[in-house]
């Protein structure tokens, strides 16, 4: 069965600071790691990763992934109160559901001013 | 649609009935993926479609739980004679079909059995 376990589960940090959250997985033959954020009910996606060693960054958010150690994360530069939100690792693989995407319980991150 | 519709958005209901909930995925994604959500929990996989096939139903918590899609489209998960632990928010996720694709959510459906 395939697992998503996240780290820490959960972050209080004042605004500014750096923070990094880890996503490690069992998957039968991985195909791709998403990030999502949650804030009120709707995930919103952030990044897919399916290759190693490629950063994926949209602002002062980045991702990458390590397909050997099995384990992505997601930083967070000089953050901001809005980036207070659950933030979520999801894998799908190709083994005995193909497209089923597999989700860690989350990091909750609060950012304080 | 410009994204994935769900309704209703709330929905409160007594102990025993049945319930409708529905989703409208983005135009042209043929995956489409229920998940529940329970308060302070991680998001539980309930079924996934393909088109019109439900390859994977493993999630489906109970007997009481069904789901069907139309036309490729619309997608209705039922619950029958609902108990107060079906309480979460329901939400559905739409993909193209491919492997690599991202899979966008919507709004949710939060239910309330009382």
């Known amino acids: 069965e395939d697992k998503v376990v996240q780290s820490p589960l959960s972050l209080v940090v004042h605004e500014g600071d750096t923070v990094t959250l880890n996503c490690s997985y069992e998957?039968?033959?991985?195909?791709?790691l998403l990030w999502y954020k949650q804030e009120k009910k709707a995930p919103t996606f952030l990044f897919m990763l399916t290759s190693s060693g490629i950063e994926k960054k949209s602002g002062r958010l980045s991702s990458i992934l390590d397909k050997k150690e099995l384990f992505s994360i997601l930083n967070i530069t000089a953050t901001q109160t809005g980036d207070s939100a659950v933030y979520l690792c999801a894998v799908r693989g190709s083994g005995g559901s193909n497209y089923k995407l597999t989700f860690g319980k989350g990091t909750l991150l609060t950012v304080n001013p | 649609g410009a994204g994935v519709s769900q309704s209703p958005s709330n929905k409160v209901t007594e102990k025993g009935k049945d319930v409708e909930l529905r989703c409208d995925p983005i135009?042209?994604?043929?995956?489409l993926y229920w998940y529940r959500q329970s308060l302070g929990q991680g998001l539980e996989f309930l079924i996934y479609?393909?088109?019109?096939?439900?390859?994977?139903k493993s999630g489906l918590p109970s007997d009481r739980f069904s789901a069907e899609r139309t036309g490729g489209s619309v997608s209705t998960l039922t619950i029958q004679r609902t108990q107060q632990e079906d309480s979460a928010v329901y939400l559905c996720?739409?993909?193209?079909?491919?492997?690599?694709?991202?899979?966008?959510f919507g709004q949710g459906t939060r239910l309330t059995v009382v």
């Open positions: 479609f393909q088109g019109n096939s439900a390859p994977d």
């Open positions: 998957v039968t033959n991985f195909r791709s």
């Open positions: 135009s042209g994604h043929t995956a």
């Open positions: 996720a739409s993909s193209f079909g491919q492997l690599n694709t991202e899979a966008f």
